[in-house]
């Protein structure tokens, strides 16, 4: 294991900066705080925005039924490269997404944007996008994390356009599943700084 800033610690500080991060939003949220009052206003103005088609398609790629397909895909393909850790690692920080975030929808009871029913933060839908996108491209190959950014960052917008969560709620979800694959990364981290030679997935070099 490495120092702070070896591919262990890295990990570390990311988890710790996106806990602090959650931990400010859910207060804010819960406090009725400044950061919710503007989160209110940008999202009243730009909610109903863009065709309908393309920011619901965009919200739908956080559905289970989208993301899981692809997660499951490159479990499979990890599993076939005797990736045991890194597989098992994802597949636990998609299990959590329930475990975490419903708790959470109790504490916070918020609103919808467009209804007064409650429980939408944080959002699962934006964290099943980062956790299944993210996760394939650790386990695929890192080169393919800018795609999994693009998706992720598509749902979230998908998601507030429509009026199916608020821009925090979205936020807040992020920041969670930051906790939950930083994990990720460290197992693949561990198992990289084990080879002599890069494997094609779960690299820990710039590839």
């Known amino acids: 294991m490495r120092g702070p800033r070896g591919p262990l610690g890295a990990p570390a500080v990311v988890a710790a900066a996106c806990a602090v991060l959650l931990a400010l939003i ?8 400044p950061l919710r009052a503007l989160d209110e206003r940008v999202d009243r103005a730009v909610v109903g925005s863009g065709p309908a088609y393309l920011t619901e ?16 895909a490159a479990a499979g393909l990890a599993l076939r490269r005797r990736q045991w850790v890194p597989a098992a690692a994802v597949a636990v920080a998609m299990a ?10 109790a504490l916070t009871d918020r609103p919808g944007p467009l209804t007064p029913e409650t429980g939408y933060f944080p959002s699962g839908h934006a964290a099943t996008a980062l956790v299944a996108y993210a996760g394939a491209a650790l386990l695929v190959g890192r080169r393919l994390m800018p795609v999994a950014a693009l998706l992720t960052v598509a749902t979230g917008i998908g998601l507030v356009l ?5 821009p925090l709620d979205v936020l807040a979800s992020w920041s969670l ?26 690299r820990t070099g710039p590839g």
């Open 26 to 33: 859910t207060w804010q949220v819960v406090a009725h705080g």
């Open 57 to 72: 398609f965009l919200a739908d790629l956080g559905n289970m039924q989208v993301a899981l397909p692809v997660l499951a």
């Open 96 to 105: 959590l997404i329930p475990a975490l975030v419903a708790p959470l929808k």
């Open 162 to 166: 429509r009026g199916h969560h608020w």
């Open 177 to 202: 599943c930051g906790v939950l694959l930083a994990g990720a990364v460290a197992a693949c981290s561990r198992v990289g700084s084990r080879r002599t030679t890069e494997a094609p997935g779960c």
